[in-house]
């Protein structure tokens, strides 16, 4: 199974960056995934890592180290809207997903 | 392309009530999942179908939920009866089928959920 680990809470001020790690311990790695969910909203998919390294999209980036089990989720120039809750999931090698707690970032003016 | 589907968006029942949610995937995911997420958790897998077949539902308490997907297609959960803890969010999403994952960034897409109360 998995055991995934990132912080509960976060706050940072508008226009600033934020960065938020995850931790994972997995029987089998086939993928990471970030989702960013809004209070009362379904996750809707940010981000997808498999290899080592720095994917971007914009002012979002997610990083992966597969050796150290380890990813963050950065969020440059933030905005008011990206107050939510960023979800760091691992897919196994049986495609299972599995999510972990999730980080609720606050952005302040 | 239109998102997956369900219904209701809330239910309010009695303990030993029971409720039954359907979910209607992007067309042509063959991959369906059940998740629960109580409030302040992560979403929780509760099970996954591929077509009309169970791949996975070890999470799935099955002496009171059920779930079926019978024609591969749109899928229904039930409880029966609900406890108190069953009070969560329910989520369907859907996927390419398990096969075609791992050659394509293929991520999960979630309909918008039932929230479920138990009173």
């Known amino acids: 199974g998995q055991n995934i680990d990132q912080p509960t809470e976060m706050t940072a001020t508008e226009g600033a960056i934020v960065q938020i790690n995850c931790t994972y311990q997995?029987?089998?790695?086939?993928?990471l995934f970030w989702y960013q969910q809004h209070a009362g909203e379904a996750p809707t998919f940010l981000s997808y890592?498999?290899?080592?390294g720095l994917e971007e999209k914009g002012r979002f980036s997610s990083f992966l180290s597969r050796s150290k089990g380890y990813s963050y989720l950065l969020l440059k120039e933030l905005q008011m809207k990206d107050s939510a809750s960023y979800l760091c999931?691992?897919?196994?090698?049986?495609?299972?997903?599995?999510f972990g707690a999730g980080t609720t970032v606050t952005v302040r003016a | 392309e239109a998102g997956v589907a369900q219904s209701p968006r809330y239910k309010i029942i009695e303990k030993r009530q029971s409720v039954a949610f359907w979910c209607n995937p992007i067309?042509?995911?063959?991959?369906l999942y059940w998740y629960q997420q109580i409030l302040g958790q992560g979403p929780k897998l509760l099970i996954q179908?591929?077509?009309?077949?169970?791949?996975?539902d070890s999470q799935l308490p099955k002496d009171r939920f059920s779930a079926e997907r019978l024609k591969g297609v749109d899928s229904t959960l039930k409880i029966q009866p609900a406890k108190l803890e069953d009070s969560a969010v329910y989520l369907c999403?859907?996927?390419?089928?398990?096969?075609?994952?791992?050659?394509?960034?293929?991520?999960?897409?979630f309909g918008n959920g039932t929230r479920l109360t138990v009173t």
């Open positions: 890592n498999v290899l080592d």
């Open positions: 999403a859907s996927s390419l089928e398990i096969g075609l994952q791992s050659s394509y960034n293929s991520p999960l897409h």
């Open positions: 067309s042509g995911h063959a991959t």
């Open positions: 997995t029987s089998g790695f086939n993928g």
């Open positions: 999931a691992v897919r196994s090698n049986d495609y299972k997903l599995s």
């Open positions: 179908f591929q077509n009309n077949g169970v791949v996975d």
